[in-house]
């Protein structure tokens, strides 16, 4: 599964997709308020939760709803393949492999940003800075930081290896790049003060498939065999290893951990969660007594949505209370704040207490 995005990356690098046109506003100003959590009835919608609201990009464009399920900002635009980041209050949706990108904020406010090239990917710090990363003529990418006034204030170019993802620390005077090289991975780090390049861990025979920043100024890097952690000049700083499995899903929004759902073979289903700390620890690890269809974290809590159940656990993976009843047509469930689920169905949502 992440070897296939992985490879969907590289090809947005190498295609350059035509401009998407915006196809006007909607406001949910006027007129009959909407019921809570009413989605659009689009395709390949993706969901983001930010301090127990929610965030929904789709081909039809960027959604974004309170803590009580009302609308605060619904915006239609056109997305051939929608990705979707949350960080310090904003929420951003954009065209992997288009141009299209958008920026708001929970209490409704919404620009534009003009980006150089076809988009690969983008996200948000804790501090709402902006990342992006994309194609660039004469080179195998571009990676540019906005500022919260979307302001350019940073850019690199890649000569060697194909940008995948890059991530700023929450401060924002630190920058992860992440690059696809000939036979393995590359981690480059920046101060944004300078354009010299602070350091590189390279990973042979590797791919990793996504990296974030973690307390104590470190980046996690995340494979289908392995966490890696390294300190901001890419010196090795501790892993842990999957132990001859393999990764099926994971969630790094865990209040100080990581959660990661392995499987015994590469295409299989999930036969273990297990939880660990940014210094590589097992917290917990249990083994679901079905299949996993997601998992969602919010604090100090997992859930799990799977086998017609619902089941919460600790971050030891201890389980706190488990729901079995008509789950019919729930796609997935988000964990939106302790307690607090929403259940997410093809055109709406529900929330649900547990």
């Known amino acids: ?75 239609i635009f056109s997305l051939t393949e929608p990705g979707l980041t949350v960080g310090g209050g904003y929420a951003a949706a954009y065209d992997i492999g288009g141009t299209r990108l958008c920026v708001a904020d929970f209490d409704g406010s919404v620009e534009d940003v003009e980006v150089s090239g076809s988009i690969v990917s983008a996200s948000l710090n804790g501090s709402g800075w902006l990342t992006v990363v994309t194609d660039a003529a004469g080179y195998k990418g571009q990676v540019t930081v906005y500022d919260k006034d979307r302001n350019a204030v940073y850019e690199w170019y890649s000569g060697k290896g194909y940008v995948m993802n890059a991530a700023l620390s929450d401060s924002g005077d630190r ?65 842990y290893r999957y132990d001859g499995m393999y990764l099926y899903d994971y969630s790094k929004e865990g209040d100080g951990f990581f959660t990661l759902v392995l499987s015994q073979y590469r295409s299989g289903s999930a036969a273990k969660i297990v939880t660990v700390s940014p210094g590589g620890t097992v917290l917990g690890e249990t083994a679901p007594d079905g299949d996993v269809e997601s998992v969602s974290v919010c604090g100090k809590q997992v859930l799990l949505c799977g086998g017609g159940k619902l089941t919460l656990y600790n971050q030891q993976m201890e389980r706190l209370g488990q729901v079995q009843e008509d789950l019919l047509g729930v796609r997935r469930a988000l964990l939106l704040q302790r307690g607090k689920v929403l259940l997410v169905y093809d055109y709406s949502a529900q929330s649900y207490s547990l």
């Not at 997709?17 to 993706?46: C, F, I, M, N, W």
């Not at 393995?184 to 920043?213: I, K, M, N, P, Q």
């Open 175 to 239: 920058l992860a790049v992440l690059c696809a090289e000939e036979g393995g991975s590359a981690v480059h780090l920046f101060a944004l003060d300078s354009e010299t390049e602070r350091g590189c861990y390279t990973a042979a025979g590797e791919l990793f498939a996504d990296l974030y920043w973690i307390d104590g100024g470190r980046v996690c890097a995340l494979s289908q065999t392995r966490l890696a952690f390294l300190n901001d000049k890419g010196e090795p700083a501790g892993e």
């Open 1 to 75: 599964m992440l070897v296939i995005a992985a490879v969907a990356v590289i090809a947005a690098l190498l295609f350059v997709v035509l401009l998407l046109q915006r196809g006007g506003r909607a406001s949910t100003g006027t007129g009959a308020e909407p019921e809570p959590y009413t989605l659009d009835s689009s395709a390949k919608q993706v969901f983001r939760a930010s301090e127990g609201r929610l965030a929904v990009a789709s081909s039809s464009g960027l959604q974004l709803f309170d803590e009580n399920g009302s609308t605060v900002l619904h915006e």
